[in-house]
């Protein structure tokens, strides 16, 4: 069965750097773009990033670009997300997604706080 999970998420303070990590199985990964979604405490889920298939075309919400870059190993089958210079509103559970919005992992929380 379809299996994603996530990793790497921890408390930082402003301004510091983190990789969050999300490995898939049950499915052809390097066949399928993949998503990165957040929810802060008591909020919505917000879209983030999009990475397509061979790292072709990679897409990011207007208040992360610049600061967070994803990228795919499809040998590891595994999506990541570099995300620099947080911010406390970067504070969230950070999922990774499937193109078909179908799968979903666990999440992985990230908090910024000093």
């Known amino acids: 069965q379809v299996q994603l999970v996530e990793s790497g998420g921890r408390l930082v303070q402003p301004g510091e750097s983190l990789r969050l990590s999300c490995l898939a199985s049950?499915?052809?990964?390097?066949?399928?773009?993949m998503n990165w979604v957040r929810q802060a405490p008591g909020k919505g889920l917000e879209w983030v990033s999009y990475i397509d298939i061979g790292e072709e075309n990679s897409y990011y919400q207007n208040s992360v670009k610049g600061r967070f870059t994803v990228s795919r190993d499809d040998a590891k089958n595994t999506v990541y997300l570099q995300m620099g210079s947080l911010e406390r509103e970067d504070t969230a559970t950070y999922y990774c997604?499937?193109?078909?919005?179908?799968?979903w992992g666990n999440g992985t929380l990230v908090t910024v706080s000093a």
């Open positions: 997604v499937t193109e078909s919005w179908d799968f």
């Open positions: 049950g499915f052809d990964f390097s066949n399928g773009a």
